[in-house]
């Protein structure tokens, strides 16, 4: 059974730091792009960051660029999501998502067939 753990969420004040990372079982994606999604109470899930199989192509939420930044290590078989700079508009469940791709990314949930069960992250003013 494919599973993804997704760790790191948690309650931060306006303008601090988070890390989420993702774990994965019963089967490795170090050679398939990976991403992270976030959804707020009310709103569609959206595209937040993904990474390529070698983790050298990245590709974020044009809002989220410059505080956010994903990471990959092949070796743990894990995915990071640093997150600096976070804003009460950031507060929402975050997905870890996998793929079947092998060429670049997509930042396309329909790409993604590989869903965590969320972490909660909210940010207070």
């Known amino acids: 059974q494919v599973r993804l753990i997704e760790s790191g969420g948690g309650l931060v004040q306006a303008g601090g730091s988070l890390r989420l990372s993702c774990a994965t079982s019963?089967?490795?994606?170090?050679?398939?792009?990976m991403a992270w999604f976030r959804q707020a109470p009310g709103k569609e899930r959206e595209f937040v960051a993904t990474?390529?199989?070698?983790?050298?192509?990245?590709y974020y939420a044009e809002s989220l660029r410059g505080r956010f930044a994903i990471s990959r290590d092949a070796t743990k078989n894990t995915v990071s999501l640093q997150m600096n700079s976070l804003k009460p508009e950031d507060t929402a469940v975050y997905y870890c998502?996998?793929?079947?791709?092998?060429?670049?990314?997509?930042?396309?949930?329909?790409?993604?067939?590989?869903w965590g069960q969320g972490t909660q992250v909210t940010v207070s003013s």
């Open positions: 998502a996998a793929s079947d791709i092998t060429t670049g990314w997509s930042s396309l949930k329909e790409e993604y067939h590989y």
């Open positions: 019963g089967r490795t994606f170090t050679n398939n792009a």
């Open positions: 990474i390529s199989r070698s983790g050298t192509s990245t």
